[in-house]
């Protein structure tokens, strides 16, 4: 059976298809009163929407958002909210014909044995990538009760393939780097490093094949003291969150796999006085310790795999004739979701720290003029 | 607030301190009719017990476990199952002498933020590695449920520091590699390896300091249909409950952060047919698609963090004078915690795994005789 | 904040207010495989449309379902349904004009505390009768599952003010008790007391006033063993969700109050068996026993306060001015709402009932064909 | 499967059974900062205790609190704390004797079909009132909360079978209610009709029957604009918890039942200014309007059924060989439990009155000394 609705005071409910009438989501728990800025909203769906870069996949997304519920006077009425984009210009046929034939490293297989054949393999359905509209809606919500607060969350392309970027960048100068990362097509925060990228990704789509790469999430002036030992750990819901982006495969959190080389006395951080206030020198741990934020800036990479969908001729199984066959995916596939993978990760972490927020009170039911 | 309870159907409640009376766990979920082996529990937890090496934490912990409730002439009754084990030979002094001064890299500040001031200071009190126990008896009693399906999880030490296990392990040879891991003070699967690690180990131990390592879990016949998309899938479900685990860093899985790297062509896993039933030639996606199982083995790997008390002298600050100070930890700690953590991530792997089943309707809420 | 999500394996999530774009439900946990029958979910939400009853509110509602989501060729799809209806013809004039006044026992003033001030008023918003329609659609669902299992739930009016059936019905007779409901406006078995009801509410509704009532609910069919003491109860679920039907002031099982005054001798229903089957010689206890379904029927009732819209003139406050003032409620109000509450009460159990059967792997995550 | 845990962010998790070794309570979201007052928890369990008035269940039962964690130098730490009572003085060799013949009205044969056999029957295991005593010990936490902002929440008898209490008591005579219900060993606040009550209970206790009863309960100063409408609703939650108690097959907000056969112009609550505050002139709606507090006293009323343990002779089943016998109960149960169930109704009233508080943030995560 499903699960489609994620925490706890800030629930939000996903729904659509990606070849279905429409993406949705319901998003509970709103406070009552935040100005609720559609242009907002759809300038983060915008980010998200293919075409960005000249190798995105072609296929024309408009996603213009539209308001089913839970706002009125344009404020929040603390009812649930409802948005939705329609899908439109989207063509089946391929789908229609190698329905039988399992795409590698796609859902195809997994979700027969689990639906039984009845789910909609129409672009993949409820597996594809279109889903994380609804997310990026959710999200963008998130994201403006969190500015109420200071609180801002700011993700960038740290790796496509082996290009990587290295540097540690400093949160405070945040609208620098959203500018940079605006001129990026391939959302990096390097211009040198986004040539790059972007050369990588084009060599990968002249060969037909994909890449993968890394998204680095920092997010700066969150009160120290939000989370909890046991299963209340930042990290735990966050990584929750973050898997549910499909193509995810990894996340660490402040060093991560690296802290695993380290001794003790190089990794943990000394905590220091920075103007009378408690801070640590360094910020190895990511910003949480026991599950808990210390207020230094929360940081986490993710690992995205290459995108499965490629045009070279692939060895694989017809579930029907149950033969080993071939597969040629047509169409115009994105050769590389990082890029547009970076706002999906922005926004599960606006939902996940909103709702721990809530849950300690630290946002009221009824939001101040 | 607290969050201290985990999973849907199979639902288990950690309480206790790490200098308490007790640890104790209320499991919630557990059909009726599976007959009890409490010996296996204790088997379990000797895994977790210091001692094991010489260098581990010489805090001497019997950890026998007690069962209150949910178990009658020896079979579980679909009642609640409360186990406990009693907390003995413990000496905080220390604790007491050096509450004000905030530990590197310990959840002592982000702890005071959030508690007050109020939380049980004393060997970590809630924060300890000690809380464990606590999932490993839960964890003890989802195996057995497991094993009726012939579900078997299995975890080894894939690293310390920089001394890493590369080879790839067939889960098939489980009984040779269960008497190779047990032969392994250090949890390792590998003989040779394993005495470097413990050298490793030794090395940081006699300087004071500490060292993290990786832990790689690998769960077989896992049946292909379990999980979801959206917020249903195992990857997210597995992570929460792994970083429940204290000083844990990071997860991925299947190929995880490699992945970023590689190609779609090289990245995708072919289907191909093995008398007659659907399998992938091999298994870069860690046995899950679409947050779903595919029937091949699942797999995955874990960062843990180098131990944060270190006997050696670091910079830091006193909460209560607020002016900067140095501490040196006293006492015996464990220098490396990853052979022992190595049994708590197969618990929670198993704990997560169970209420997926039940939540499927493939284990029945009363079992057979 | 809100809480407008239900159920824990099958979760309905409502959206929408009176006066807003549409009233909408995200069905999640629908089984895939189920044939998705349209016309039986407008046939439901026709039963709760007023005008079926000369004297029944006059706002035109012509609720017309639309699927957004999770069918597919159709069938359900394993994804979650999105049913919607839109909202037209209503006039929100009188709203505006007495928005300030608070009108007496209508969630004005608690939603202004909880609210503060943001809440949709047109309509009551969110606190609206019209939100069932949410509920009804899912209860569609829910009922085309239980129908599988030949479980049936049917509901009628048992009282409107002082005009009570007390006739045990036996459920066995199903077929002509649906059909004697069809004929009667106010949903009574009865025709003679049908007339009496519909005179009752003709004359409220002439000196502008309101009348509450019961509805009796029986389920025939639901197996034994379904359930749980504790916080699993039947009685605790159902209760819970019942209540979340607008003007619904209390809810009893089997004798209910009459319960209070009777001896355990009486109250006690005997075993017997009948075919070599365990029943109840008479079913006192509403077919639930320790939270536990017993294979009898299960049944309730509920009271249903009168309809709080009237039109005489009544002392209230206007809230802006502080000040004590009177309303007179213009337009057409239901001076009795209990005939449209019945499929809503069968609704909701039907909801409760599925999360249940569910829960207990007595319903697949796959329907056979 | 089961379902022993309560609550959102004030989390209560029961365990425990009859005749086994304990009775406990796990308890979640306690703010930190509260000081436990133990006496207080063993004042409430003793209220519950057998033994207050002559007839009551003659099993001698102690229930000493133990506190296993979450109390450090006497304050809540902020980590769940686990209560116990021991289970002593118990004989079960009754219930050995008849463990096949079904008791009428008691959950054996739902036990069970959901069990199948392998559950605790001991005592009614899992089943009995005596599980409450946990409950009264969450709940104990619960009321030592909301006394810190003045919220009171009183229960008591109002009816023994046809011996019934009318009047109307204003809760703000609070003090003089509370020593009235302290010298009646039913719990009445009419000495009166305590003494009527008790002859009532002696009597059908004479004939080895059982009598059932209603319990008022009414909440003073909780603060207006709590709850919620759809599955928010105060009644929603209440009834969930209170129906958790055996033997409770009723509940009824405000007027309740009666309601159903008033007018709206006699159930409406007009809204007055006393003091330049908001109120009603009656209370009609019980406190509760939309699923939301009002600021008006918060009252409901519960059906009690007769103990089913009576000593007459009854006809049954005996489920293992299939044939109907007779059965007549041993031992001393209680005649009438309502007296013992007042403090638990209250016990769950707490429950969920604290967790609204937290969900809306009007309890803090930390409470100030």
Same mark, same amino acid.
């Given at each position: ?188 925060? %390097? ?6 990228? *972007? ?5 990968? $789509? #002249?060969?037909?094949?994909? /890449? @993968? +790469? ?53 990794? %943990? ?6 103007? *009378? ?5 360094? $910020? #190895?741990?990511?910003?949480? /310790? @026991? +599950? ?78």
């Amino acid at each position: 059976m499903g699960n489609n609705t994620l925490g706890e005071l800030f629930k939000i409910t996903s729904f659509g298809e990606s070849h279905g009438k429409i993406i949705g989501v319901v998003i509970d728990g709103v406070p009552a009163g935040l100005k609720a800025d559609i242009e907002f909203i759809q300038k983060e769906l915008n980010m998200r929407r293919p075409g960005q870069y000249s190798l995105s996949s072609q296929r024309i997304e408009f996603d213009k958002v539209e308001v089913l519920s839970g706002v009125f006077n344009k404020f929040t009425t603390g009812a649930p909210l409802c948005l939705i984009i329609k899908n439109e210009a989207f063509d089946s046929r391929d789908y229609e014909k190698n329905k039988d034939i399992l795409r590698p490293s796609h859902s195809d297989y997994s979700a027969f044995k689990k639906f039984g054949g009845y789910a909609d393999y129409r672009g993949s359905g409820r597996f594809s990538g279109r889903i994380t509209a609804s997310y990026v809606m959710a999200g963008a919500i998130a994201k403006q009760l969190l500015q109420r607060y200071n609180i801002f969350i700011f993700a960038f392309t740290k790796s496509i393939g082996t290009i990587i970027d290295s540097q540690i960048y400093k949160i405070d100068a945040l609208q620098s780097l959203i500018s940079r990362r605006e001129q990026s097509p391939v959302r990096s925060l %390097n211009s040198a490093l986004s040539k790059q990228m *972007e050369e990588q990704i084009k060599k990968v $789509n #002249d060969i037909q094949d994909s /890449i @993968g +790469g890394q998204i680095k999430c920092i997010v700066s002036n969150f009160p120290p003291g939000i989370g909890g030992p046991v299963f209340n750990g930042i990290e735990s819901n966050l990584s929750k969150a973050i898997f549910s982006i499909p193509s995810i495969k990894g996340i660490e959190f402040g060093k991560g796999f690296k802290a695993t080389e380290m001794k003790g006395s190089e990794h %943990n951080d000394p905590w220091i006085l920075v103007n *009378e206030s408690i801070k640590t020198s360094k $910020n #190895d741990s990511g910003g949480i /310790i @026991g +599950g808990i934020s210390t207020g230094m800036p929360i940081e986490f990479t993710v690992a995205v795999k290459p995108t499965a969908s490629i045009g070279i001729t692939q060895k694989t199984v017809n579930i029907k004739s149950m033969k080993e066959d071939t597969i040629k995916i047509e169409g115009k596939h994105d050769p590389c979701i990082v890029p547009r993978a970076v706002v999906v990760v922005e926004a599960m972490t606006a939902i996940v720290l909103v709702d721990y927020l809530l849950k300690e009170g630290k946002i009221p039911s009824v939001l101040s003029a």
